[in-house]
Protein backbone atom coordinates (compact mmCIF):
# COMPACT_ATOMS: atom_id res chain seq x y z
CA UNK A 1 0.00 0.00 0.00
CA UNK A 2 3.12 2.61 0.73
CA UNK A 3 4.73 1.91 -2.37
CA UNK A 4 1.35 2.20 -4.11
CA UNK A 5 0.64 5.36 -2.55
CA UNK A 6 3.87 6.28 -3.79
CA UNK A 7 3.48 5.46 -7.52
CA UNK A 8 -0.02 7.36 -7.43
CA UNK A 9 1.71 10.34 -6.22
CA UNK A 10 4.73 9.95 -8.80
CA UNK A 11 1.93 10.25 -11.61
CA UNK A 12 -0.31 12.95 -10.63
CA UNK A 13 3.33 15.31 -10.76
CA UNK A 14 3.30 14.44 -14.52
CA UNK A 15 -0.34 15.19 -14.85
CA UNK A 16 -1.79 12.29 -14.90
CA UNK A 17 -5.26 11.74 -12.98
CA UNK A 18 -4.44 8.45 -11.07
CA UNK A 19 -6.23 6.73 -8.46
CA UNK A 20 -5.75 3.43 -6.36
CA UNK A 21 -7.70 0.75 -4.39
CA UNK A 22 -7.25 -1.22 -1.55
CA UNK A 23 -9.45 -2.56 1.99
CA UNK A 24 -9.90 0.94 4.23
CA UNK A 25 -7.80 -1.07 6.88
CA UNK A 26 -4.81 -1.05 4.59
CA UNK A 27 -4.58 2.80 5.09
CA UNK A 28 -2.52 2.45 7.65
CA UNK A 29 0.09 1.37 5.65
CA UNK A 30 -0.29 3.91 3.28
CA UNK A 31 0.08 6.57 5.43
CA UNK A 32 3.17 8.76 4.78
CA UNK A 33 2.31 8.29 0.81
CA UNK A 34 -1.07 9.95 1.83
CA UNK A 35 0.32 12.76 3.82
CA UNK A 36 2.93 13.68 1.43
CA UNK A 37 0.01 13.82 -1.68
CA UNK A 38 -1.84 16.33 1.05
CA UNK A 39 1.07 18.14 1.81
CA UNK A 40 1.80 18.38 -1.88
CA UNK A 41 -1.66 19.24 -2.57
CA UNK A 42 -1.73 16.38 -5.24
CA UNK A 43 -5.28 15.42 -6.62
CA UNK A 44 -4.53 11.83 -6.04
CA UNK A 45 -7.80 9.61 -5.89
CA UNK A 46 -8.07 6.86 -3.21
CA UNK A 47 -10.55 4.26 -2.92
CA UNK A 48 -10.84 2.64 -0.30
CA UNK A 49 -13.29 -0.63 0.51
CA UNK A 50 -14.46 -3.03 2.64
CA UNK A 51 -14.95 0.01 5.10
CA UNK A 52 -16.64 -0.61 8.58
CA UNK A 53 -17.85 -4.13 10.45
CA UNK A 54 -19.66 -4.72 7.58
CA UNK A 55 -17.48 -7.36 6.51
CA UNK A 56 -17.83 -9.33 9.82
CA UNK A 57 -16.82 -12.36 9.04
CA UNK A 58 -13.40 -11.04 8.43
CA UNK A 59 -13.04 -10.54 12.10
CA UNK A 60 -11.53 -7.73 13.94
CA UNK A 61 -8.07 -7.60 12.12
CA UNK A 62 -9.85 -6.46 8.70
CA UNK A 63 -12.47 -4.04 10.29
CA UNK A 64 -11.64 -0.94 10.27
CA UNK A 65 -12.64 1.50 13.44
CA UNK A 66 -9.85 4.53 13.73
CA UNK A 67 -8.95 4.63 10.42
CA UNK A 68 -11.52 7.08 9.06
CA UNK A 69 -11.05 9.70 12.05
CA UNK A 70 -7.32 9.34 10.81
CA UNK A 71 -7.82 10.17 7.65
CA UNK A 72 -9.89 13.00 8.40
CA UNK A 73 -7.35 14.23 10.55
CA UNK A 74 -4.62 14.73 7.32
CA UNK A 75 -5.08 18.91 6.32
CA UNK A 76 -6.02 18.90 2.54
CA UNK A 77 -7.33 15.23 2.58
CA UNK A 78 -11.36 15.21 1.49
CA UNK A 79 -13.10 12.10 2.12
CA UNK A 80 -16.10 10.62 1.06
CA UNK A 81 -18.33 7.96 2.48
CA UNK A 82 -21.42 8.17 0.01
CA UNK A 83 -24.56 5.95 1.48
CA UNK A 84 -25.88 4.62 -2.23
CA UNK A 85 -25.50 4.33 -5.70
CA UNK A 86 -26.68 7.73 -6.29
CA UNK A 87 -24.13 9.24 -4.04
CA UNK A 88 -21.35 7.01 -5.21
CA UNK A 89 -22.44 8.85 -8.68
CA UNK A 90 -22.79 12.24 -7.05
CA UNK A 91 -19.10 11.50 -5.81
CA UNK A 92 -17.39 10.82 -8.30
CA UNK A 93 -18.87 14.30 -9.91
CA UNK A 94 -17.22 16.12 -7.18
CA UNK A 95 -14.08 14.34 -7.42
CA UNK A 96 -13.44 15.00 -11.05
CA UNK A 97 -13.55 18.94 -9.84
CA UNK A 98 -11.26 18.85 -7.01
CA UNK A 99 -7.64 19.62 -8.41
CA UNK A 100 -5.65 20.47 -5.38
CA UNK A 101 -5.29 17.69 -3.01
CA UNK A 102 -6.33 14.12 -2.09
CA UNK A 103 -9.60 12.56 -2.13
CA UNK A 104 -10.76 9.35 -0.52
CA UNK A 105 -13.63 7.47 -1.41
CA UNK A 106 -14.48 5.06 1.01
CA UNK A 107 -16.67 2.53 0.00
CA UNK A 108 -18.99 -0.68 2.02
CA UNK A 109 -18.18 -4.21 0.61
CA UNK A 110 -21.92 -5.01 1.63
CA UNK A 111 -24.96 -4.69 -0.24
CA UNK A 112 -26.71 -1.42 0.39
CA UNK A 113 -30.22 -0.23 -0.79
CA UNK A 114 -30.86 2.72 -3.49
CA UNK A 115 -32.74 4.96 -1.87
CA UNK A 116 -35.65 6.17 -3.37
CA UNK A 117 -34.74 9.98 -4.68
CA UNK A 118 -38.36 10.57 -5.22
CA UNK A 119 -38.98 10.14 -1.81
CA UNK A 120 -36.24 11.62 -0.14
CA UNK A 121 -33.39 14.24 -0.73
CA UNK A 122 -31.36 14.42 -4.14
CA UNK A 123 -27.97 13.05 -4.18
CA UNK A 124 -26.93 16.17 -5.42
CA UNK A 125 -26.49 17.56 -2.05
CA UNK A 126 -23.39 15.48 -1.63
CA UNK A 127 -21.21 18.05 -3.20
CA UNK A 128 -21.95 20.30 -0.03
CA UNK A 129 -20.35 17.62 2.24
CA UNK A 130 -24.00 17.46 4.25
CA UNK A 131 -27.74 17.62 3.38
CA UNK A 132 -31.18 16.94 4.33
CA UNK A 133 -32.53 13.68 3.06
CA UNK A 134 -35.92 13.27 5.48
CA UNK A 135 -37.96 15.80 7.07
CA UNK A 136 -41.01 15.81 8.70
CA UNK A 137 -44.32 15.24 6.73
CA UNK A 138 -45.57 18.29 8.74
CA UNK A 139 -43.98 20.36 11.20
CA UNK A 140 -39.99 21.61 12.21
CA UNK A 141 -37.92 18.55 13.11
CA UNK A 142 -37.54 17.74 17.02
CA UNK A 143 -34.40 15.48 16.81
CA UNK A 144 -31.85 14.91 13.63
CA UNK A 145 -30.30 11.82 12.95
CA UNK A 146 -27.04 12.22 11.04
CA UNK A 147 -24.59 9.31 9.12
CA UNK A 148 -22.66 8.68 6.42
CA UNK A 149 -22.48 5.95 3.98
CA UNK A 150 -23.88 2.24 5.02
CA UNK A 151 -25.67 4.01 8.29
CA UNK A 152 -27.44 6.30 6.34
CA UNK A 153 -30.17 3.71 5.38
CA UNK A 154 -30.17 2.58 9.03
CA UNK A 155 -31.60 5.92 9.86
CA UNK A 156 -33.80 6.25 7.07
CA UNK A 157 -35.68 3.04 8.78
CA UNK A 158 -35.17 4.88 12.27
CA UNK A 159 -37.07 8.05 10.50
CA UNK A 160 -39.63 5.91 9.16
CA UNK A 161 -40.65 4.01 12.04
CA UNK A 162 -40.27 7.56 14.42
CA UNK A 163 -42.63 9.57 11.59
CA UNK A 164 -44.94 6.63 12.03
CA UNK A 165 -45.38 7.34 15.66
CA UNK A 166 -45.26 11.05 15.43
CA UNK A 167 -41.64 12.35 16.19
CA UNK A 168 -40.89 14.56 14.61
CA UNK A 169 -37.44 13.26 13.29
CA UNK A 170 -35.10 14.78 10.34
CA UNK A 171 -32.36 12.79 8.60
CA UNK A 172 -28.64 14.36 7.34
CA UNK A 173 -26.65 12.24 5.41
CA UNK A 174 -23.24 13.75 5.55
CA UNK A 175 -20.69 12.07 2.88
CA UNK A 176 -17.92 14.08 3.66
CA UNK A 177 -17.26 16.32 7.16
CA UNK A 178 -14.54 18.62 4.92
CA UNK A 179 -16.76 19.65 2.21
CA UNK A 180 -19.44 20.69 4.60
CA UNK A 181 -16.95 22.54 6.34
CA UNK A 182 -15.82 24.50 3.42
CA UNK A 183 -20.13 25.90 3.26
CA UNK A 184 -21.05 29.23 4.67
CA UNK A 185 -22.73 29.06 8.44
CA UNK A 186 -25.89 29.84 6.71
CA UNK A 187 -26.13 26.26 4.84
CA UNK A 188 -24.75 24.87 7.60
CA UNK A 189 -27.14 26.45 10.35
CA UNK A 190 -29.84 25.31 7.78
CA UNK A 191 -29.07 21.72 7.61
CA UNK A 192 -28.35 21.52 11.32
CA UNK A 193 -30.33 24.67 13.25
CA UNK A 194 -28.45 25.60 15.68
CA UNK A 195 -31.25 25.66 18.51
CA UNK A 196 -31.70 22.03 17.89
CA UNK A 197 -29.68 20.24 19.96
CA UNK A 198 -31.53 16.88 19.88
CA UNK A 199 -29.42 15.01 17.68
CA UNK A 200 -27.75 11.50 17.06
CA UNK A 201 -24.96 10.93 15.30
CA UNK A 202 -24.19 6.99 13.74
CA UNK A 203 -21.25 5.80 11.56
CA UNK A 204 -19.54 2.33 11.93
CA UNK A 205 -16.38 3.68 13.29
CA UNK A 206 -14.13 5.61 16.03
CA UNK A 207 -16.83 8.42 17.80
CA UNK A 208 -13.81 10.60 17.84
CA UNK A 209 -14.86 13.81 16.46
CA UNK A 210 -18.53 13.61 16.32
CA UNK A 211 -18.88 15.79 18.98
CA UNK A 212 -18.53 19.16 16.73
CA UNK A 213 -21.62 18.06 14.97
CA UNK A 214 -24.09 16.53 18.02
CA UNK A 215 -22.74 18.75 20.76
CA UNK A 216 -22.52 17.92 24.38
CA UNK A 217 -26.50 16.94 24.50
CA UNK A 218 -26.61 14.32 21.70
CA UNK A 219 -25.95 11.05 21.17
CA UNK A 220 -22.95 9.01 19.00
CA UNK A 221 -23.89 5.23 17.70
CA UNK A 222 -20.65 4.80 16.81
CA UNK A 223 -17.93 1.81 17.61
CA UNK A 224 -16.04 1.65 21.23
CA UNK A 225 -14.01 -1.46 20.22
CA UNK A 226 -12.56 -3.16 18.15
CA UNK A 227 -15.09 -5.81 16.41
CA UNK A 228 -15.25 -8.98 16.02
CA UNK A 229 -15.84 -12.00 13.87
CA UNK A 230 -19.98 -13.09 13.26
CA UNK A 231 -22.22 -12.38 10.52
CA UNK A 232 -22.88 -8.63 9.65
CA UNK A 233 -26.86 -9.08 11.33
CA UNK A 234 -25.29 -10.81 14.51
CA UNK A 235 -22.52 -7.35 14.66
CA UNK A 236 -25.19 -4.56 14.19
CA UNK A 237 -27.08 -6.27 16.88
CA UNK A 238 -24.21 -6.46 19.45
CA UNK A 239 -22.99 -2.51 19.00
CA UNK A 240 -25.97 -1.19 18.36
CA UNK A 241 -26.43 -0.04 14.46
CA UNK A 242 -29.96 -0.90 13.93
CA UNK A 243 -33.04 1.00 13.16
CA UNK A 244 -34.71 0.55 16.97
CA UNK A 245 -31.17 1.44 18.49
CA UNK A 246 -31.38 4.78 16.67
CA UNK A 247 -34.61 5.04 16.99
CA UNK A 248 -34.65 4.56 20.84
CA UNK A 249 -32.15 6.91 21.13
CA UNK A 250 -34.10 9.97 19.47
CA UNK A 251 -37.43 8.97 21.57
CA UNK A 252 -34.71 9.20 24.49
CA UNK A 253 -33.54 13.13 23.43
CA UNK A 254 -37.02 14.26 22.29
CA UNK A 255 -38.36 12.82 25.84
CA UNK A 256 -35.63 14.83 27.33
CA UNK A 257 -36.34 18.16 25.59
CA UNK A 258 -40.20 17.48 26.55
CA UNK A 259 -39.23 17.03 30.49
CA UNK A 260 -36.50 20.03 30.40
Known sequence: EHAMGAVLNGMSLVKVRPYGATFLIFSDYERGALRLSALMELPVIQVFTHDSIGVGEDGPTHQPVEQLASLRAIPGLVDLRPADANEVVEAWRVIMELHHGPVALVLSRQSLPTLDRSRYGSAAGVR???????????????????????????????????????????????????????????????????????????????????????GLEGRIIAMHTFGASAPLRDLAGKFGFTPDAIADAARELVAGRGAA
Open 128 to 214: RGAYVLADPPDGEPEVILIATGSEVSLCVAAYEELTAEGVLARVVSMPSWELFDRQPDSYRDEVLPPSLCARVAVEQASALGWERHV
